[in-house]
């Protein structure tokens, strides 16, 4: 991920930030072995952000008409891959007036992605709608939950999550009738589902962006990245394409990434496990465009995550203020221009109260932290320091034997490439630091 950084100048600098891993909100990786219905032999999962009215009961497994819902299932992906429109909104009912709208945006941004791998696959679990909702769409309607599977250029695997889809039956047949009556706990749920959305992709790059949102930039800036970022990253094992989502504002990020309200507000980028088992999960990067306020904040944004994507950070046992540090070692390297600015906090914070007495540790990283900007800087210095004294290549190797480990320590790595113990390393830092900040720049 990348915090918001706040500066003086008319460019918003930014720092870094990721996702943890494990399964996403709303998600158990395994649960359940739900019988594929899709236009290809891959099977996967969607999650639903969406809120139950109060009073929605208890989920439930029984699924006694498994047999009409896959048929249900089955037509909705034939018609959007086919591009008929009339025989995908034919699946939908009406009951609900506003869903008709939704489901022909649905179908309209399926079309305008055109993902791979589209399938829509029942997972057994269903459970009642609200009281309200049954006076709208009948006494049978329930919510039944989806696994949706879908892939774009750029994605090593595809990407699978869970939604709640409403069901009802009208003259024998199953219908679609919302999306909106799944738990209230935040789930991951596609961009797709939730905005009308632009796509674009040019050479190595994949962008879906939210309601009113050009993707066109957003694809150059991104092919810059990964140009900039390749040579740097060359003991990587990644595809060198990156696949972003840029939804029109922070409550459809969060959304999106299923995480509660104000959870991401201080962050610009977020690199993360699309699907419900992070280990196999496509790494996609997520873009909170409030933090993208000049295009050199943007091209700062965009190496940082690509450093995460081509690492797979995201699933990474290593210590956050390695992770996060390298990301900006990296992308600062790419716009030097941005390095001073973004020390400056820390050197003069350094200068009236002397170093840190620590490296950062996961709890300072955590959105709600105190002050997340200097702890991200203070991160990426260390990794200055190690460039600086050891070398980028050591620095690589460093981290790549962090990341290679079981548990993230970084005693031993650090005995093997740099020759110090860890505890050399702090102070080796902690002197960096103070003697950048007697000079004022590192």
């Known amino acids: 991920m990348v915090a918001l950084l706040t500066v003086a100048l008319p460019v918003g600098l930014l720092t870094g930030c990721r996702t943890t891993s494990g399964s996403a909100p709303g998600q158990s990786p395994g649960a359940g072995s739900p019988s594929p219905v899709s236009r290809s032999d891959t099977t996967a999962s969607t999650p639903n952000t969406t809120s139950p009215s109060p009073g929605a009961h208890p989920s439930r497994t029984a699924s006694p008409t498994a047999t009409n819902l896959g048929r249900l299932l089955t037509g909705l992906v ?3 891959d086919q591009g008929n429109r009339s025989d995908f909104l034919a699946l939908v009912s009406d009951r609900d007036p506003g869903f008709t709208s939704t489901a022909g945006m649905i179908f309209d941004n399926l079309r305008t ?8 696959t029942a997972t057994g679990k269903r459970r009642d709608v609200s009281t309200k909702r049954a006076r709208i769409l009948g006494a049978d309607a329930y919510a039944a939950q ?19 889809m409403t069901i009802i039956r009208e003259h024998s047949e199953l219908r679609w009738a919302g999306v909106v009556d799944g738990p209230s706990t935040p789930q991951p749920t596609p961009l797709w589902v ?14 879906i962006t939210g309601d009113g949102i050009d993707p066109g930039g957003w694809v150059t800036a991104a092919n810059t990245a990964i140009s900039h970022d390749v040579p740097r990253l060359r003991g990587a094992d990644w595809n060198h394409q990156l696949v972003i989502i840029v939804p029109s ?54 190496a940082h995550e690509t450093v995460h994507v081509a690492t797979r950070s995201p699933t990474s046992p290593s210590p956050s203020w ?20 973004a020390a400056a906090d820390v050197l003069s914070d350094v200068k009236r109260n002397g170093p840190p007495s620590r490296l950062p540790t996961e709890a300072d990283f955590t ?27 050591k620095l690589w190797r460093f981290y790549a034997a962090v990341d290679a480990s079981r548990d993230g320590a970084i005693a031993g790595p650090a005995r093997t490439v740099f020759g110090i113990s860890s505890h ?4 080796g830092w902690q002197h960096y630091l103070q003697t950048a900040a007697k000079r004022g720049r590192i």
Not at 113 to 118: G, Q, V
Not at 260 to 273: K, R, T
């Open 424 to 427: 050399q390393l702090v102070t």
């Open 194 to 207: 939730l905005e009308p959305v632009h796509y674009a992709h040019r050479g190595a790059a994949t962008v």
């Open 249 to 302: 504002n922070e409550h459809l990020v969060e959304q999106s990434l299923g995480v509660e309200q104000g959870a991401d507000s201080a962050l610009a980028g977020i690199s993360w496990p699309d699907g419900s088992d992070p280990k196999d999960a496509p790494i996609r990067i997520m873009i909170n465009k409030s933090g993208a306020a000049s295009s050199l904040s943007t091209a700062i944004v965009l």
């Open 367 to 393: 959105a709600g932290s105190h002050d997340l900007n200097r702890t991200y800087a203070q991160a990426w210095l260390a990794c200055h320091y190690l460039a600086a004294t050891y070398g980028e290549s």
């Open 113 to 120: 992605i055109s993902p791979d791998d589209l399938a829509f």
């Open 78 to 80: 034939a018609t959007a």
């Open 146 to 164: 989806v696994q949706v599977t879908w892939s774009v250029p750029g994605d090593r695997v595809p990407s699978n999550q869970r939604i709640w």
């Open 322 to 341: 390695l992770v996060e540090g390298y990301a900006d070692q990296i992308a600062y390297l790419a716009y030097p221009q941005a390095a001073q600015l």
